[in-house]
């Protein structure tokens, strides 16, 4: 069965840290930063990178349009 | 394999539509409107219909609407968009013409507006965001509150003795010979956004093919003014809204049958 | 040979709006002014020159979807009499901060209030004051025969669409219910929609790859943008007062006395004016066309060399605010109208003429 592995990239500075991508992840990948963007947000980060498959469930439901999602099949 | 290695642009599966400007968006963190907006600016890229999409925003919390998306946008008065939107369609008949309304806008203040030019079945789409309260404003009663809600203009919760019931408008517009589409979408989850694009794109081409009026409500959370956290308020939202306001098509012209009833 | 034809103030209104190109009309039916849709649905324009008529579900949206055609860029137009025009204020102080170009016609009848069906022209000041919300201003006309009527429809679209402001054909009952002969405008065609991109680069007209999207909005939240918002309007409103002065003066040259009227009571005043000079008074009247811009350079002037003014309306008196407020005292402005419908005779005219001025 073929595996995904996946890559999230956050618009860092368009966040407002609303914690639903958190939330959305099936694979508990992603979490809020302990830093903070220009206007003063939690930004959402990859807290742990081995774990995501590129899903998007993430991107789908931020509201803000900060999330890209990278997807490469693997063996 | 390394995220480094997977993030390439041949590995994208999933970011920005171009249609969405550079424009941080006002909107409080996790507000709903942010999603729709998204979705509707990623129908018009996919239908590649930028040049003919025609929107008019409303007054309430989505009064900036066109800062965000890509096309031609009006501003109108409070509750009349369907107005301005059923003369920018009938004068410039090939064009993609949309409302985009809260509760307030599209249940109150223009009810009339709204329930005539359904009623005409202007071929426009209206895109109406029912979070049960006035955002703008700081969080008053709106037409579609719940009973028992509490907001800044029933502090002690919706008591229909004195503000009457929550209006589920989009089943009154659904009974007029007019419309030929009337859905109730949401969009909190994967799979409801999924729907949700559907319901949009499906609205849209209605309104080029001269079908009539196509209402898409879309059952939203406002987290500061229901003063809930984005995910509570989603989950709110499931066990409250739906309750009142079930998902599904409400009419379909094409199908015979109905669902949520 | 001139065409003329026989037919009443509104039936001229509809008639010249399809001659001279409009792309759409959204009225409500009131009384004085239903004929103007009536006779628009009967010359069916959709067929002929494409131009579209509908009967919206009120005033207040009849007047916004005149915002929303004018923010396209087309030759759109409303219809109402006065209480259907307070209820049209609030979309026209929007037209007007969004810098829209559009005609609306007011066929004014007695109020205030749901008031009467007679002839009036108590909405002066909602017309050339204001009305709805804001500081801004309409270019007003008021036509005294069934001629202008349909002469003003292309004038103030041509006004409105040079200025991109709303225009006003401010019109009383008497005017749009008389019949008259009427020579109708030459059929002018519709713009087709490449004209209307090149002279509404503005419009809403679908966002095509070469320049930015467009925005129809009033709404403009940092102070200073909306100042600067309001000199630019204010600015133009004084460029049209330079302009576009429109007035006819009759036999105001060797004048003792001045009549000031507009509309239909101009023509009434003129009679007043024949009676007065049979009996030997020197009486002109100076009919003010344009009510905003107001002809004050005509009548500072004539205030040099007359006795006194004797404005006259069908209101308890609102134009002879502004003649004061012209001549400034050096001579006497009076006052006489008929409210609630009734229309002042000459002799009255001639009796206040007497009374209050010539003594």
Redesign the interface.
């Known amino acids: 069965m073929a595996k995904f592995?996946?890559?999230v990239?956050v618009?860092t500075?368009?966040c407002?840290?609303?914690?639903?991508c958190v939330?959305?992840c099936p694979s508990h990948v992603l979490g809020l930063a302990d830093q903070v963007n220009s206007k003063g947000?939690h930004y959402s980060e990859?807290k742990h990178?081995d774990d995501?498959v590129?899903?998007?469930?993430c991107?789908?439901?931020?509201?803000?349009?900060?999330?890209?999602?990278?997807?490469?099949k693997?063996q | 394999?390394t995220?480094k290695?997977?993030?390439?642009p041949e590995?994208?599966?999933?970011?920005?539509?171009k249609l969405?400007t550079e424009n941080?968006?006002h909107?409080?963190?996790?507000?709903?409107?942010?999603?729709v907006h998204?979705l509707i600016a990623e129908v018009i890229e996919e239908m590649n219909i930028?040049?003919?999409?025609?929107g008019?925003?409303p007054v309430g919390c989505a009064?900036?609407a066109?800062n965000y998306i890509?096309?031609?946008?009006?501003?109108?008065?409070h509750g009349?968009a369907p107005?301005?939107?059923?003369?920018?369609k009938?004068?410039?008949p090939d064009?993609y013409v949309f409302t985009y309304q809260g509760d307030g806008d599209l249940a109150a203040i223009g009810t009339?507006?709204t329930i005539?030019a359904c009623n005409r079945g202007e071929n426009i789409v209206i895109f109406f965001i029912n979070n049960a309260i006035y955002g703008m404003t700081g969080g008053q009663m709106a037409p579609t509150t719940l009973e028992g809600m509490k907001t800044a203009t029933c502090p002690f919760g919706r008591n229909t003795e004195l503000n009457g019931y929550p209006l589920k408008i989009s089943n009154l517009l659904a009974e007029l010979d007019g419309t030929c589409y009337v859905t109730r979408q949401s969009?909190?989850?994967?799979a409801s956004?999924?729907r949700a694009k559907k319901a949009i794109r499906k609205a849209f081409e209605n309104s080029i093919a001269g079908k009539g009026t196509s209402v898409v409500e879309f059952v939203s959370t406002c987290n500061s003014g229901w003063k809930m956290?984005?995910?509570d308020s989603?989950k709110w939202m499931e066990e409250h809204m739906f309750a009142k306001y079930p998902l599904g098509d409400l009419k379909d012209t094409e199908k015979v049958h109905t669902e949520a009833k | 040979m001139e065409d003329f034809k026989l037919m009443k103030g509104n039936e001229a209104i509809a008639h010249a709006a399809v001659r001279c190109g409009a792309?759409?009309y959204?009225g409500y039916p009131i009384t004085p002014q239903s004929e103007v849709m009536e006779t628009l649905m009967e010359l069916k324009p959709w067929e002929t020159t494409g131009m579209?008529v509908?009967q919206?579900?009120?005033e207040?949206?009849?007047i916004?979807?005149?915002?929303?055609?004018a923010?396209?860029g087309?030759k759109?137009m409303t219809s109402s009499s006065s209480p259907g025009m307070s209820l049209k204020q609030?979309?026209i102080s929007?037209i007007a901060s969004a810098e829209l170009p559009c005609l609306i016609v007011n066929v004014m009848r007695g109020g205030p209030g749901l008031g009467t069906i007679q002839p009036s022209q108590a909405d002066y000041f909602q017309a050339v004051k204001g009305g709805g919300h804001g500081d801004y201003r309409l270019i007003v006309l008021a036509p005294s025969t069934v001629q202008e009527m349909a002469d003003f429809v292309g004038l103030g679209f041509d006004l409105a669409f040079k200025y991109q402001n709303p225009a006003m054909i401010l019109a009383d009952g008497i005017v749009g219910q008389m019949m008259e002969k009427v020579v109708l405008p030459p059929f002018k065609p519709r713009r087709t929609?490449e004209e209307v991109r090149q002279e509404c680069p503005w419009g809403?007209?679908?966002?095509?790859?070469n320049r930015k999207?467009?925005?129809?909005?009033?709404?403009a939240l940092e102070a200073e943008v909306m100042e600067n918002i309001n000199l630019k309007l204010q600015a133009k409103y004084r460029e049209i007062e330079k302009n576009e002065v429109r007035f006819e003066a009759h036999q105001c040259e060797d004048a003792d006395y001045v009549l000031v009227a507009f509309g239909s009571i101009a023509r009434i005043c003129e009679k007043a004016m024949e009676m007065a000079r049979e009996e030997g008074y020197k009486v002109g009247v100076l009919r003010p066309i344009t009510l905003f811009p107001f002809p004050t350079n005509p009548i500072k002037e004539l205030s040099q060399k007359v006795k006194g003014f004797l404005t006259v309306e069908m209101s308890a008196g609102q134009m002879v605010e502004d003649v004061r407020l012209t001549v400034n005292g050096t001579v006497p402005v009076e006052f006489y109208g008929r409210m609630g419908g009734i229309v002042p005779s000459a002799e009255e005219i001639l009796a206040a003429l007497k009374e209050k001025l010539i003594k």
Request: neutral net charge; glycine residues 10%.
């Open positions: 592995k996946g890559a990239v618009n500075e368009r407002k840290g609303c914690d639903l939330q959305a947000y990859m990178e995501c590129g899903c998007s469930a991107g789908y439901v931020c509201p803000d349009a900060c999330i890209t999602v990278y997807k490469v693997i | 394999m995220t290695d997977i993030i390439k590995n994208l599966v999933y970011g920005k539509t969405m941080q968006m909107y409080c963190p996790g507000c709903s409107h942010g999603v998204k930028q040049d003919k999409a025609i008019v925003a009064v900036f066109y890509d096309i031609d946008w009006q501003e109108a008065a009349r107005a301005l939107a059923t003369a920018i009938r004068l410039q064009k009339a507006e005539h969009v909190q989850k994967m956004i999924v956290s984005p995910h989603n | 792309d759409g959204f579209v509908l919206a579900e009120s207040v949206a009849a916004n979807m005149v915002y929303g055609g923010g396209c087309k759109v609030e979309g929007y929609e809403t007209t679908g966002k095509l790859p999207r467009n925005i129809i909005t009033s709404l």
